[in-house]
């Protein structure tokens, strides 16, 4: 029992010291030795030790006195050792003994003295919008941590490719990350390839060369073709050159919007006769599988990109894809059996090639809810074999519930495409179409938690004078108004002309990075956070055409350091700003005030911030099952930690503390917070 209560002493007093310690909670060590006050501010003295800023804590001095554990007191004046033993060196002082304090001097000559931390202002008494930053809102997905931001290379890649200029150009711009974007996802569109003797697209850019030629049909299934491994070159030049910005991070994954026109019901590449029918023949589901799987052993063997993952599936369940479209390819899948089918089937095909790392996603719905259902009717094989859930957003409303499907299914969750013409903001200018961008990301980061966002296309819109076989471009847009697409190629002066909406899009892009996590914060802010580097972003809009001052609560986080960076884009391509490096801001504690220019988008990076390990692993659910399935978990923690406490098991209150914390974070504890407040008083 002795031995008992002595671990209760050292716990307590090792707790306490660590109490005391008020300035780790800033990034310093307390002082060990130094009780020189050279520096006062808000937060406490401060002094200096191995030529570093310490905080002198109250009991400093007696805290050094090892003689007083053992009854005597430590030297004040003399240093002269008398007697030494086990204890420690002594002198004698009022004729008595006492124990001489070992100390380390300060150097004699310190030619600079770092820097003191600068003083924290107050927080402000009002603003006019109040954000919480919590950590129980950080996403559950890919271990945490998030893979990056996208685009499509369907298809503007296949309208730019032919040229080496502007598609050096495009790898620059949205793939580098010093000088560009730094886009990490490149999402190639493995075209199916039309009959040669159809000409009904009209986009310049939207009819996709496939690489099967020659087709042959035996009949039962027995499908063969050759291979033009020259084709869709134009494609495939702008992603070459796009990897080659970021090898070290860049994702490929390959996806289908049809199959080969030979397979197909209608014999067209662009949908079936009636759209709300499935168009590849039903004994075309292997030989659909084997074209994917082909194409993806040759690009991993002939050109060195091996594909992170590949969906065969775009859009499959809808009424969109109809035959001699004048504007895609795309092909409706069934929900349930032929969804299912084409997944098993090309999982055989990739693995017979051994390709088995290669994941498989799906399903690339258009509308949040419709991917629900989809994956809900999924056979269970296939179900099995889909390790990350793609969904689009240009409908639906379910993010929450997408994401706790995903969740209890243990998949991975991408934000595959989306973007439209729609504007946000107050009298914004060329800001409205950046600003609608910035807010879509917001809502889809928040409510899907997703680990990658995808824009549809970078480039939606061409400008040349001969346009190409007699089909004419879309020429500039109107930057004033809404338009697809972050800038447009000029052809002519080969030259890619930027916009707003590309600078906002890289409010985000540029600083919330692979590896991070994200973590929602809502009222038109999104955050994310870098656990190796000790940094939390925070990217926030302002739609008003007035500036709003903002607090950004940081109090789930356990420390937070000095410094936070402003990058602001507003105003015009001419006269606005462009990632624009505003001056730093200082938090006034575990939180930072800031203000909003109207109709901007502004990314804070804050400096130094230590995340509670205990709050950082919680995510937040409004689910039924997922508040079930956290009631037991707090119910098996109740009955572990009171058995604790009946064995008379030293239990440290904050422990029972975080743990109560973290399954309120989950909305779970319903009819344990009785139980959990009588646990905390057994506890303390």
């Keep these: 029992?002795?031995?008992?209560?002595?671990?209760?002493?050292?716990?307590?007093?090792?707790?306490?010291?660590?109490?005391?310690?008020?300035?780790?909670?800033?990034?310093?060590?307390?002082?060990?030795?130094?009780?020189?006050?050279?520096?006062?501010?808000?937060?406490?003295?401060?002094?200096?030790?191995?030529?570093?800023?310490?905080?002198?804590?109250?009991?400093?001095?007696?805290?050094?006195?090892?003689?007083?554990?053992?009854?005597?007191?430590?030297?004040?004046?003399?240093?002269?050792?008398?007697?030494?033993?086990?204890?420690?060196?002594?002198?004698?002082?009022?004729?008595?003994?006492?124990?001489?304090?070992?100390t380390k001097t300060q150097p004699a000559v310190t030619t600079a003295k770092p820097t003191p931390p600068p003083q924290r202002p107050k927080q402000y008494s009002k603003s006019d919008i109040n954000t919480n930053v919590k950590t129980i809102y950080a996403t559950n997905f890919n271990d945490r941590k998030f893979e990056g931001f996208g685009t499509s290379f369907c298809w503007w890649a296949n309208r730019i490719g032919y040229s080496n200029s502007l598609s050096e150009k495009a790898a620059t711009l949205f793939y580098d990350k010093v000088e560009g974007l730094g886009l990490t996802i490149i999402r190639y569109n493995i075209g199916g390839g039309d009959d040669p003797s159809h000409n009904h697209i009209t986009r310049t850019d939207s009819n996709m060369p496939g690489y099967a030629i020659n087709p042959r049909y035996s009949g039962n299934g027995n499908y063969s073709w050759d291979y033009n491994w020259n084709s869709d070159s134009n494609q495939r030049n702008a992603l070459l050159k796009a990897v080659a910005k970021n090898r070290e991070e860049i994702l490929v994954e390959g996806?289908?919007?049809?199959?080969?026109?030979?397979?197909?019901?209608?014999?067209?590449?662009?949908?079936?006769?009636?759209?709300?029918?499935?168009?590849?023949?039903?004994?075309?589901?292997?030989?659909?599988?084997?074209?994917?799987?082909?194409?993806?052993?040759?690009?991993?063997?002939?050109?060195?990109?091996?594909?992170?993952?590949?969906?065969?599936?775009?859009?499959?369940?809808?009424?969109?894809?109809?035959?001699?479209?004048?504007?895609?390819?795309?092909?409706?899948?069934?929900?349930?059996?032929?969804?299912?089918?084409?997944?098993?089937?090309?999982?055989?095909?990739?693995?017979?090639?051994?390709?088995?790392?290669?994941?498989?996603?799906?399903?690339?719905e258009t509308s949040i809810d419709t991917q629900i259902t989809s994956f809900e009717r999924l056979s269970n094989e296939a179900k099995n074999i889909i390790t990350r859930i793609d969904t689009h957003t240009y409908g639906g409303s379910k993010r929450d519930q997408l994401r706790i499907l995903a969740e209890n299914n243990k998949k991975n969750l991408w934000m595959s495409e989306v973007d439209g013409n729609g504007t946000d903001g107050t009298n914004a200018g060329e800001m409205a179409a950046g600003l609608w961008l910035a807010n879509r990301i917001i809502t889809d980061l928040n409510g899907l938690r997703p680990s990658a966002w995808v824009l549809w296309q970078v480039i939606d819109n061409h400008i040349s004078k001969n346009g190409v076989n007699g089909k004419r471009d879309s020429g500039m847009v109107n930057v004033n108004g809404g338009y697809w697409g972050l800038a447009v190629a000029d052809h002519d002066n080969d030259k890619i002309i930027l916009t707003q909406k590309y600078y906002a899009f890289g409010q985000f892009t540029r600083y919330i990075r692979p590896g991070y996590t994200i973590i929602g914060c809502y009222n038109n802010s999104v955050a994310a956070y870098d656990s190796k580097g000790k940094k939390l972003v925070i990217v926030a809009t302002n739609t008003s055409n007035a500036n709003k001052t903002v607090d950004f609560n940081l109090t789930s986080f356990k420390s937070v350091g000095y410094n936070v960076r402003v990058i602001r884009t507003s105003g015009s391509i001419n006269n606005g700003e462009h990632w624009a490096e505003l001056p730093p801001l200082v938090p006034y504690g575990l939180g930072f005030n800031a203000e909003l220019k109207g109709n901007s988008v502004t990314t804070f990076?804050?400096?130094?911030?230590?995340?509670?390990?205990?709050?950082?692993?919680?995510?937040?659910?409004?689910?039924?099952?997922?508040?079930?399935?956290?009631?037991?978990?707090?119910?098996?923690?109740?009955?572990?930690?009171?058995n604790s406490i009946e064995n008379n098991v030293y239990v440290d209150s904050s422990v029972c503390e975080k743990v109560f914390n973290f399954l309120l974070g989950r909305r779970s504890i319903n009819n344990s917070t009785r139980e959990w407040k009588d646990l905390f008083k057994s506890a303390r």
């Design 255 to 364: 996806f289908s919007n049809s199959p080969p026109y030979f397979m197909t019901n209608s014999g067209c590449s662009t949908g079936n006769f009636d759209p709300n029918k499935d168009n590849l023949r039903s004994d075309a589901y292997p030989a659909f599988a084997k074209y994917l799987a082909d194409v993806a052993e040759h690009f991993n063997s002939a050109w060195g990109v091996r594909f992170q993952s590949m969906t065969p599936l775009n859009e499959p369940f809808t009424n969109f894809w109809g035959a001699n479209s004048r504007k895609q390819e795309g092909c409706h899948f069934d929900q349930g059996n032929s969804e299912s089918k084409i997944i098993v089937e090309l999982r055989k095909a990739i693995d017979q090639r051994g390709l088995k790392d290669i994941q498989i996603s799906g399903t690339d």
């Design 1 to 102: 029992m002795k031995a008992y209560s002595a671990l209760l002493i050292s716990v307590a007093l090792a707790a306490k010291v660590s109490a005391d310690c008020w300035a780790t909670r800033l990034g310093y060590p307390c002082c060990s030795y130094s009780t020189e006050v050279i520096f006062s501010d808000n937060d406490g003295q401060w002094s200096v030790e191995n030529n570093d800023w310490c905080g002198i804590v109250s009991n400093q001095a007696n805290s050094n006195c090892w003689a007083s554990k053992i009854g005597y007191p430590c030297c004040k004046s003399t240093t002269e050792v008398i007697y030494t033993d086990n204890d420690g060196q002594w002198g004698i002082e009022n004729n008595d003994w006492c124990g001489i304090v070992k």
């Design 605 to 642: 990076i804050v400096d130094d911030v230590e995340c509670n390990n205990d709050n950082s692993n919680s995510n937040n659910s409004n689910d039924n099952n997922s508040n079930n399935s956290y009631s037991n978990i707090s119910n098996s923690i109740i009955s572990n930690v009171s």
